[in-house]
């Protein structure tokens, strides 16, 4: 946050069924296996150069919402992306990552002249999930499905196919908390093989965080000076 204001992570509307405590291996309901949903999941990362999408993220507390972000998010592989806020906070940006993989941090409106570079890990930028402002694109979330349906899963896995979409949830290490678990539930779409929803819950079934991606738009290029990289921006402070 910048004083006091939280900034966006990404990373998640829930579905509270319990899932039983049985062998990893297991498969409530129908639809294709861990192994499966996985390899589409990295095919379709693979294809991808870039993309851009309206992100939400609405955060909770013993269960009741306390804000709600809203931002537009692009990414370009390796490791580029930018946050345009839409609310709260209007019109600023966070741009990743210069030559020493800082984060520009430029407010909007007036307050642009007080730009400055952090490091991921500044306290500014923490966040109550536990996720970095530079773990935020979509192929460390797949990473992190793979993880949450195979070896960091505890119990069952549910599978639901909702027509376009397909629903998983499972109970795993908190991707982002060590020692804590966590109840998930995963949104993918099926036409793109690309999240769409990811929704934390504790493993009682109380809402945490809910991450919505609008339309993923694929992208191969972006304008010139659009990220740090493309002109590697000195202004500002440091950490």
């Not at 990893?24 to 999408?53: C, D, F, M």
């Not at 940006?93 to 007036?110: F, Y």
């Not at 793979?146 to 069952?156: I, N, P, V």
Request: include cysteine.
């Amino acid at each position: 946050m910048i004083k006091g204001i939280a900034l966006p992570l990404l990373f998640l509307v829930a579905s509270p069924s319990f899932l039983a405590a049985a062998s990893p291996g297991e498969n409530v309901g129908s639809g294709p296996t861990a192994v499966e949903i996985i390899s589409h999941l990295n095919s379709s990362w693979q294809k991808v150069r870039g993309y851009q999408t309206e992100t939400e993220v609405a955060e909770y507390r013993n269960g009741k919402l306390q804000i709600t972000k809203s931002f537009l998010y692009s990414f370009r592989k390796p490791r580029d992306f930018r946050i345009d806020m839409h609310h709260p906070h209007r019109g600023t940006s966070l741009i990743c990552c210069d030559a020493e993989g800082k984060i520009l941090v430029r407010p909007g409106g007036i307050g642009a002249v007080f730009k400055k570079r952090l490091s991921p890990d500044n306290r500014l930028l923490a966040d109550p999930s536990g996720q970095r402002i530079d773990q935020t694109d979509l192929g460390l979330l797949i990473r992190n499905i793979g993880h949450s349906l195979t070896d960091q899963r505890r119990g069952d896995m549910k599978v639901t196919d909702e027509g376009g979409r397909l629903v998983v949830e499972s109970v795993a290490s908190d991707h982002f908390l060590p020692g804590v678990l966590t109840r998930y539930r995963f949104v993918i779409e099926k036409g793109t093989w690309l999240p769409a929803q990811v929704v934390e819950l504790t493993p009682e079934g109380v809402l945490k965080r809910v991450v919505t991606f609008g339309t993923v738009n694929l992208l191969s290029d972006f304008p010139p000076g659009f990220f740090i990289s493309d002109r590697e921006d000195r202004g500002g402070g440091g950490r």
